[in-house]
């Protein structure tokens, strides 16, 4: 597998990330990753304090000397988490790596700088992508319209939006969004990307912590099982279609409002859907990469699968089309 600058500037093997997941991004599922050559991210805030997050980094440590990150997600709430902290946990334990998404990473980025910290900001249109490269940014990961979480609210597919991206951006730029085997890392190569995050994918391996039964339901699930939420509010959300997602979509749609909502789309219920296994416990995110996913592989054998078929689509298939064989 070709060597690119995403591989050179976070000093991982193979251009492939396992980005920040809200209750999945734990130490034993971004350890494998880790030692598969990858890039995995701890999710800063499913560690319920500062202190939380830095045991967990800890116990990572215990799992893999490879390098590995954390991510930070900044979202707007009427009482925030202690970013800060979370930012001072993260540099104290000697973490390299950052993945940031949701609100601009501006306020943070003069301490990990001066600490040596890459950070890596996830955004889903080119405005954003253009916007956190001038404000100093290592890489971007942009995600499109496929993607599970929050896909924006511009709709445009990875198809176009990845080059609409890496034509204005000089940083390394890592494509998201329905990404799941080599196929879909040589496509993100040839439209200018320097690697792929994958979310889905990586939730449904031995390794990711949560119920069997969860896994065994995005096996089952084709590209057509999911739902987009809050679509009228204007905080679209892509997560799988469930009793609950569907009575979300259809009291927004009759004109309910957030609050109407609320106790719906609650976290403590999406964790308990990852922790128990009862798929109608409440909303969890999955993305349209449900149709391409067809086993629960080992963090270890998915990468070297990936890495493997993208080796020979580049030097196989495409070179035997290009010599016109």
Known sequence: ??????????????????????????????????????????????????????EEIARCRELTDKPFGVNLTILPSINPPPYD????AIIESGVKVVETAGFTPEAHLPEFRAHGVKVLHKCTSVRH?????????????IDGFECAGHPGEDDIPGLVLIPAA??????????????????????????????INMGTRFLCTVESPVHRRVKEQIVANSELDTELIFRRLRNTARVASNSVSRKVVGILDDGGEFPDVRDLVAGARGRKVFEDGDLDAGIWSAG????????IPTVGDLVRRIVAEADELITGRLAAACRGD
Not at 34 to 40: F, I, K, P, V
Not at 288 to 295: F, S
């Open 166 to 195: 890496t034509r204005r951006l000089t940083v390394p730029v890592i494509a998201s969004g329905g990404f799941t085997d080599g196929r879909g890392l040589v496509a993100a190569l040839a439209l200018g990307a320097e690697g």
């Open 129 to 141: 992508a253009v916007k956190a490269e001038k404000i100093g940014v290592d890489g971007v990961s």
């Open 288 to 295: 349209l990469a449900q149709g391409l996913i067809d086993d």
């Open 85 to 88: 902290e979370y930012r001072r």
């Open 1 to 54: 597998m070709p060597t690119t600058r995403f591989c050179e500037t976070f000093g991982v093997d193979h251009p492939v990330v396992q980005g920040g997941m809200q209750w999945v991004g734990r130490a034993e599922l971004v350890a494998a990753v880790a030692e598969a050559g990858a890039l995995g991210f701890l999710t800063a805030l499913t560690q319920p304090t500062p202190e939380a997050l830095a």
